[in-house]
């Protein structure tokens, strides 16, 4: 219970007012619900005559309050009869009920009136801090994570909070105030007989906590093994064309089968054990009931009761309305168990710490910078303490304006090079300065607003074209967004499709061509107008017709820009200023293409095998 109320302190604050509000209502219920059972009895007493006695007003505070105010509610009931009539009386105390009961039910509405907004304000508030968590986090962290495991926990595990948890929280409010006040109330008709119901409520409670013991851990395996489905899930769309190719249709589906099975058999185990809670709680309520009936009634007989036939008869209609909260209490206590699970999954997200962050005091950009310069010095990168550094002791200067291609053979560390710029990961060995301010001085926003990337896979959202082009620019005009398309060689085709540039372009640009999506790619990075551009493979994927306007496009945004090129084909970077050739992750050869043909090296040897 301890982590529950971390976990409501942590969300449920900006709603305290609503949760005042429904904790009032919930008061006022339980008093409307005592006082309708308070009256009932001895109007049944004195109307059908199993009571004769005769009452006088008492002054208040000539007894204790509970003397009084029952004496008092006997004598204006008697003489009511007296002077009226029993049936006059009946009927207007029955409309007394009839008001106490609407009553009743009107202030049980209010109470889950107000608590809805913060149920559902709260599971709002956790989408949101776990996407703005999840766009926050490093590239790093997703490495070791599966896409379909983390769209569970966004989804899956943030609904069973809502339906375990947060559905449970009116419970929380509403059945221990019910409680509270039955407890009180019977403490007040007789202690004696209360403090027994007490000695039993330990034997009980452990009962029901021996049967939800493993209930949290099952439902946290079951959350996993969900999780692990989706993964599966997603990727198998994602690669639906290989999986047909090499005829595995029968293998994925023995693996998800597979999956399927395990997930059927933690669910049926977190089923039954929660399905338990409710028979559970009513035999022990029917078995509590027994034996205080047999307790307080042999009392009764023996003359030995403080309490007469007629206030034992109200105690066990209170009691009896005690055990509906009760069983309901043991059943939330179940139900919040299994979202707990599932709030720890959503807790490795929300608890990952981000090691990319901004500097304390953080050096601000030059307002008067023209184009920009990038400097390795001397670094040295591996992803992990325990692996091999991909990078090893390298020193790279870009200068202003210049164009630097990056070449070697694949796994030489070409995109981690690149990736280390914008801090898509941090380095712990060198230094990595842009225009002369090492990047870990700058802000993250203010660095990354310094670069375009235009990538080997062009990626692009779901959304229109115009909104693809405009993507990170604030305020674009569509004069803005099709000159840059004009620039990218985009403009032509965008204006032959169905809405032009409000064509929406499907699931990551599927309704395009690849020589379309980066021609996409390429006008959004014109259109951001950056210092430093970096291009990783931007050709390499796309036939020859494709690459050459693509080509032609990237020449237009190089020009007067520094920019990082790695490339596979290259005849794409015979006119770079400079090319550098990584080997095993250290700067091999460096110079341009004629000086380093000339060397007769590892480049010499690339292009040999490609026949440039």
């Known amino acids: 219970m301890k982590e529950l109320f971390n976990f409501l302190r942590r969300y449920a604050a900006p709603y305290k007012g609503k949760i005042a509000l429904s904790i009032l209502f919930n008061l006022l219920t339980a008093f409307f619900t005592l006082f309708s059972f308070a009256f009932i009895m001895p109007i049944l007493q004195m109307l059908f005559g199993i009571s004769t006695e005769h009452y006088a007003f008492m002054d208040w505070g000539s007894a204790s309050l509970k003397t009084v105010a029952v004496n008092n509610f006997y004598y204006f009931v008697d003489h009511m009869i007296s002077t009226r009539g029993a049936s006059m009386t009946l009927a207007l105390l029955c409309v007394i009920l009839v008001v106490m009961t609407f009553l009743k039910v009107i202030t049980a509405y209010l109470s889950e009136f107000f608590t809805i907004p913060m149920q559902n304000g709260v599971m709002r508030d956790i989408r949101e801090e776990m996407y703005d968590k999840i766009v926050s986090l490093p590239i790093g962290f997703f490495t070791n994570e599966r896409k379909g495991d983390i769209m569970a926990r966004l ?46 409520l330990p034997i009980f409670g452990y009962c029901m906590g021996r049967i939800g013991k493993k209930l949290r851990q099952k439902s946290f395996a079951a959350q996993n093994k969900w999780g692990e489905i989706l993964a599966n899930t997603e990727e198998t769309i994602g690669g639906l064309r290989i999986v047909k190719a090499f005829n595995a249709e029968k293998k994925m589906e023995r693996r998800f089968a597979s999956q399927c099975d395990d997930l059927f058999r933690i669910q049926n185990s977190v089923s039954r054990r929660h399905v338990l809670a409710h028979p ?51 059943k939330t206590s179940y139900t919040i ?21 901004d500097p304390e005091h953080p050096v601000p950009l030059p307002a008067d910078r023209g184009k920009s310069s990038v400097v390795f010095k001397d670094v040295s990168f591996a992803y992990n303490e325990d692996d091999r550094d991909v990078l090893r002791h390298i020193n790279l200067r870009v200068n202003p304006g210049e164009t630097v291609a990056i070449v070697g053979q694949s796994g030489s560390g070409k995109s981690t090079l690149v990736d280390l710029i914008p801090r898509f990961w941090d380095i712990e060995e060198g230094e990595i300065a842009v225009d002369g301010i ?8 203010d660095l990354r607003s310094l670069m375009g990337n235009v990538n080997q896979e062009a990626i692009l959202f779901n959304d229109t074209i115009f909104n693809n082009i405009a993507f990170g620019v604030k305020g674009a005009t569509r004069s803005q967004v099709e000159e840059a398309a ?15 540039y409000d064509t929406v372009i499907g699931d990551r640009g599927c309704r395009l061509s690849g020589g379309q999506r980066q021609r996409i790619s390429i006008a959004r990075a014109i259109l951001k107008n950056p210092s430093i551009l970096i291009l990783d493979e931007a050709t390499s994927a796309l036939d020859t017709e494709s690459e050459r306007l693509v080509q032609e496009a990237l020449e237009t945004l190089m020009k007067d820009r520094t920019t990082i090129v790695i490339a596979h084909r290259l005849s794409t970077i015979v006119n770079a200023d400079r090319i550098c050739v990584l080997h095993q992750g250290e700067i091999a050869e460096e110079g341009t293409h004629a000086q380093l043909i000339a060397k007769g090296g590892l480049y010499k040897h690339l292009v040999d095998m490609q026949q440039v």
């Open 155 to 200: 989804s899956g595990d943030v609904q069973e909070v809502q339906t375990s948890v947060m559905a449970s929280l009116f419970s929380l409010v509403k059945y221990p105030i019910m409680i509270i006040a039955c407890l009180g109330m019977m403490i007040v008709i007789s202690w004696q007989l209360t403090l027994f119901v007490f000695l039993l």
């Open 280 to 330: 559970m709680s009513e035999f022990l309520g029917t078995f509590a009931i027994a034996v205080i009936l047999w307790f307080g009634g042999s009392l009764i007989l023996s003359g030995e009761s403080t309490i007469d036939a007629a206030e034992f008869i109200y105690y066990m209609v209170i009691f009896y309305s005690l055990i509906n909260p009760a069983k309901e209490l043991s």
């Open 337 to 357: 168990k299994k979202g707990m699970a599932a709030k720890d999954r959503i807790d490795k997200i929300l608890d990952a710490v981000n090691p990319i962050t």
């Open 438 to 445: 090492n990047i870990k001085q700058l802000r993250v926003h």
């Open 486 to 500: 004009r620039v990218a060689n985009a403009h032509d085709f965008i204006m032959a499709t169905e809405q032009g």
